[in-house]
């Protein structure tokens, strides 16, 4: 398969009064056509950031400060706003966290979904209809020619989503970045949302990158894993591997503390401490003040990014190793 | 719909009662027209005739009752002054006052919101740094001041603009206005300027701050990760969530405006119905007072509804029931 987003050494900063927040710091990653990438950590991490620098939507303070975003073969960083934004919502869109406050509740529907085919399709008003009929009926939206004309507040927060989804896939864009989908959604949504964003990304060919704190989520989803922490990848790799031999870790603790309810547990695991503060990031290695096998190198050298099994990268002076257990 | 109607009438019956209380016995209690009728050393007879003319020897409730069943029929009394009926005199100034409040509101609303929308959506810029600086003034310069400099600048010293006065005046749409001439938009200039900058401040800083506010939505960032240009993003999704108190406060200052353009139609003697006013309570002409009050009265009830209104089509989620 063909590299549809190559990013290489992506740094997005935020100034501020404080200091500087390296929110991204030299992240670089690839999506496939068609693939699904999972992008996860905890809050913090710098994933939305990275997911929004892709997308060139970074507000004041923040700036991408170098690196190259390659998505079809041009580097977006070079295009102008109004180059942007014909690759807004055309060829890359996005899915939001809260879908209550995605759209935009003074318009209806209709009116909204609209906006995009207007912007990106030469239709007519009446084809421009039909095709918004069509998409909600693909995210499962019943009666879609009357709910065209209701507003957001007329729809729950799961059908609110589907529409958030709807609009994503108006335009048939080749990427669909969609931060935290389901965060904001009741449990028993989420899988609903989950399952039909997969079939969805399948059906028409789109590659997804699906940013979220929940592993657990984007071990069912995706090909393939970026683990961020800090403001880099700490590790990257194909979800099975990431999930069965996992060498860094905060992956571990991220696989540990997901609640497995054939296990009696009575406590959940967590990983100790809490993230850094982002002004302040400790010498060395990001993770050190966490990390049970913290060793002298941890607390001066930065690790680097380096290839240890096949397309399965690591950033850990001293990786896990499954067999050595 | 219906029940919202009905609700708004009797809210509007209700006004008016206490406002015609209000209004019949402060009109009653201050100042004696009498002495103002009669002439300087009338006799005792002269007086008293004079009180029996105006139905001033009858108790104070009975007046009322007088009162109400005369402003039904939409009499007020003559005026003591013009010796016309009062309504018909203030109904007469109306369109002077309404088409320099027009265009000042007009000029405000013009002025004050795309300013509004830019200063809210670059708020670190010089530019609106500095708008925001001379809309203070803007707020805080009282209007006489303000028309008086205006009067020394452009018609004193420059001679542009006519000192005072109406100017001529054309027939539009069967209706006598000053906007059908260009001498009559000569002369209306500079009072709806004065009129506008109180308003044209306010409307700016509020409109500043509803942007500020809806920029940090989600659906701003959403409609941008559409591909919708960012000015289409300004004026289409975030100035129409920021217009629901920018409309509140547009309309209170409409009626505001209409009600008590006293101080700016003095300066610039134009004959509207705030100079009418002015005139009406120096010479304790309590007719046209009376008539003018409720006059007042029953537009704020009407720009109110007109504003409910306005609300259900902006915002789809406010419900009038």
Same mark, same amino acid.
């Given at each position: 398969?063909?590299?549809?987003?190559?990013?290489?050494?992506?740094?997005?900063?935020?100034?501020?009064?404080?200091g500087?927040?390296?929110?991204?710091?030299?992240?670089?990653?690839?999506i496939? +056509?068609?693939?699904?990438?999972?992008?996860?950590? +905890?809050?913090?991490?710098?994933?939305? &950031?990275?997911?929004?620098? &892709?997308?060139?939507?970074?507000?004041?303070?923040?700036?991408? #400060?170098?690196?190259?975003?390659?998505?079809?073969?041009?580097?977006?960083?070079?295009?102008? #706003?109004?180059?942007?934004?014909?690759?807004?919502?055309?060829?890359?869109?996005?899915?939001?966290?809260?879908?209550?406050?995605?759209?935009?509740?003074?318009?209806?529907? /209709?009116?909204?979904?609209?906006?995009?085919?207007?912007?990106?399709?030469?239709?007519?008003?009446?084809?421009?209809?039909?095709?918004?009929?069509?998409?909600?009926?693909?995210?499962?939206?019943?009666?879609?020619?009357?709910?065209?004309?209701?507003?957001?507040?007329?729809?729950?927060g /799961?059908?609110?989503?589907?529409?958030?989804?709807?609009i994503?896939?108006?335009?048939?864009?080749?990427?669909?970045?969609a931060?935290?989908?389901?965060?904001?959604?009741?449990?028993?949504?989420?899988?609903?949302?989950?399952?039909?964003?997969?079939?969805?990304?399948?059906e028409?060919?789109?590659?997804?990158?699906?940013?979220?704190?929940?592993?657990? &989520?984007?071990?069912?989803?995706?090909?393939?894993?970026?683990?961020?922490?800090?403001?880099?990848?700490?590790?990257?790799?194909?979800?099975?591997? !990431?999930?069965?031999?996992?060498?860094?870790?905060?992956?571990?603790?991220?696989?540990?503390?997901?609640?497995?309810?054939?296990k009696?547990?009575?406590?959940?695991?967590?990983?100790?401490?809490?993230?850094?503060?982002?002004?302040?990031?400790?010498?060395?290695?990001?993770?050190?003040?966490?990390?049970?096998?913290?060793?002298?190198i941890?607390? #001066?050298?930065?690790?680097?990014?380096?290839? !240890? /099994?096949?397309?399965?990268? &690591?950033?850990?002076?001293?990786?896990?190793?499954?067999?050595?257990? | 719909?219906?029940?919202?109607?009905?609700?708004?009438?009797?809210?509007?019956?209700?006004?008016?009662? *206490?406002?015609?209380?209000?209004?019949?016995?402060?009109?009653?209690?201050?100042?004696?027209?009498?002495?103002?009728m009669?002439?300087?050393?009338?006799?005792?007879?002269?007086?008293?005739?004079?009180?029996?003319?105006?139905? %001033?020897? @009858?108790?104070?409730?009975?007046?009322? $009752?007088i009162?109400? @069943?005369?402003?039904?029929r939409?009499?007020?009394?003559?005026?003591? *002054?013009?010796?016309?009926?009062?309504?018909?005199? =203030?109904?007469?100034?109306?369109?002077?006052?309404?088409?320099?409040?027009?265009?000042?509101?007009? %000029?405000?609303?013009l002025?004050?919101?795309?300013?509004?929308?830019?200063?809210?959506?670059?708020?670190?810029?010089?530019?609106? @740094?500095?708008?925001?600086?001379?809309? =203070?003034? $803007?707020?805080?310069?009282?209007?006489?001041?303000?028309?008086?400099?205006?009067?020394?600048?452009?018609?004193?010293?420059?001679? =542009?603009?006519?000192?005072?006065?109406? $100017?001529?005046?054309?027939?539009? %749409? $069967?209706?006598?206005?000053?906007?059908?001439?260009?001498?009559?938009?000569?002369?209306?200039i500079?009072?709806?300027?004065?009129?506008?900058?109180?308003?044209?401040?306010? =409307? %700016?800083?509020?409109?500043?701050?509803?942007?500020?506010?809806?920029?940090?939505?989600?659906?701003v960032?959403?409609?941008?990760?559409?591909?919708?240009?960012?000015?289409?993003?300004?004026?289409?999704?975030?100035?129409?969530?920021?217009?629901?108190?920018?409309?509140?406060?547009?309309?209170l200052?409409?009626?505001?405006?209409?009600?008590?353009?006293?101080?700016?139609?003095?300066?610039?003697?134009?004959?509207?119905?705030?100079?009418?006013?002015?005139?009406?309570?120096?010479?304790?002409?309590?007719?046209?007072?009376?008539?003018?009050?409720?006059?007042?009265?029953?537009?704020?009830?009407?720009?109110?509804?007109?504003?409910?209104?306005?609300?259900?089509?902006?915002?789809?989620?406010?419900?009038?029931?």
């Amino acid at each position: 398969m063909n590299k549809l987003l190559e990013v290489k050494g992506l740094k997005t900063y935020f100034h501020t009064f404080k200091g500087t927040v390296k929110a991204v710091d030299n992240v670089s990653f690839d999506i496939h +056509e068609g693939e699904i990438l999972g992008v996860v950590g +905890e809050s913090g991490g710098g994933k939305s &950031v990275t997911g929004f620098s &892709v997308i060139r939507l970074i507000d004041e303070p923040g700036q991408i #400060e170098s690196g190259e975003i390659i998505f079809n073969g041009t580097n977006l960083l070079k295009k102008s #706003e109004s180059e942007m934004n014909k690759v807004r919502g055309k060829e890359i869109s996005m899915v939001f966290q809260d879908p209550m406050t995605s759209l935009n509740p003074v318009y209806t529907i /209709g009116e909204q979904m609209d906006e995009v085919l207007l912007l990106h399709e030469k239709l007519n008003k009446h084809e421009r209809r039909n095709r918004c009929i069509e998409l909600l009926k693909d995210v499962g939206i019943s009666n879609p020619e009357s709910r065209l004309k209701n507003y957001p507040h007329q729809f729950s927060g /799961g059908m609110r989503q589907r529409v958030v989804i709807a609009i994503a896939l108006a335009a048939n864009p080749k990427l669909i970045i969609a931060d935290e989908p389901t965060t904001a959604l009741d449990v028993t949504i989420q899988s609903q949302i989950l399952k039909l964003m997969k079939k969805l990304v399948e059906e028409h060919g789109v590659a997804l990158m699906l940013i979220t704190h929940d592993l657990a &989520v984007v071990s069912e989803m995706a090909d393939r894993i970026n683990v961020m922490y800090c403001g880099k990848i700490v590790e990257s790799g194909y979800t099975r591997e !990431i999930i069965e031999n996992y060498t860094h870790p905060y992956t571990e603790g991220l696989l540990n503390s997901i609640p497995d309810i054939d296990k009696d547990k009575s406590k959940l695991n967590t990983i100790p401490g809490i993230v850094p503060n982002m002004f302040d990031l400790p010498k060395g290695c990001n993770f050190s003040p966490r990390c049970k096998n913290c060793q002298d190198i941890c607390l #001066e050298k930065e690790p680097k990014l380096t290839e !240890i /099994g096949e397309n399965h990268y &690591v950033s850990c002076h001293f990786p896990l190793r499954k067999e050595a257990n | 719909m219906l029940r919202y109607l009905v609700f708004r009438a009797s809210q509007l019956i209700l006004v008016l009662i *206490v406002v015609s209380i209000l209004v019949f016995v402060f009109t009653s209690v201050m100042g004696n027209p009498v002495y103002l009728m009669v002439r300087e050393n009338a006799t005792e007879e002269e007086v008293q005739a004079a009180i029996e003319y105006l139905g %001033l020897d @009858k108790p104070l409730p009975v007046r009322y $009752g007088i009162f109400v @069943k005369n402003a039904l029929r939409g009499d007020f009394g003559k005026s003591y *002054v013009y010796h016309q009926p009062a309504l018909r005199i =203030i109904s007469e100034r109306f369109p002077a006052t309404i088409e320099i409040v027009i265009v000042a509101m007009l %000029l405000s609303a013009l002025v004050a919101i795309p300013l509004g929308v830019y200063s809210g959506a670059y708020p670190k810029n010089f530019f609106s @740094k500095s708008i925001m600086t001379i809309s =203070i003034a $803007g707020i805080s310069l009282p209007s006489f001041w303000v028309g008086m400099v205006l009067i020394f600048v452009f018609s004193l010293k420059l001679g =542009i603009l006519p000192v005072s006065g109406r $100017g001529d005046v054309g027939v539009f %749409l $069967g209706i006598k206005t000053s906007l059908a001439t260009v001498s009559g938009w000569r002369h209306i200039i500079l009072p709806s300027v004065t009129l506008a900058l109180g308003s044209l401040a306010t =409307i %700016l800083r509020l409109t500043r701050a509803g942007m500020q506010e809806n920029m940090r939505q989600d659906y701003v960032k959403f409609a941008r990760a559409k591909g919708v240009p960012r000015k289409k993003v300004l004026f289409g999704h975030a100035l129409k969530n920021t217009l629901i108190p920018v409309v509140t406060i547009f309309g209170l200052q409409l009626g505001g405006l209409i009600a008590f353009t006293t101080i700016t139609e003095t300066i610039f003697s134009w004959p509207g119905m705030g100079k009418l006013l002015i005139d009406a309570i120096n010479s304790a002409d309590r007719p046209i007072v009376s008539a003018y009050i409720l006059f007042v009265a029953v537009m704020f009830v009407f720009i109110n509804f007109v504003v409910d209104i306005l609300y259900t089509i902006i915002d789809p989620r406010i419900d009038l029931k």
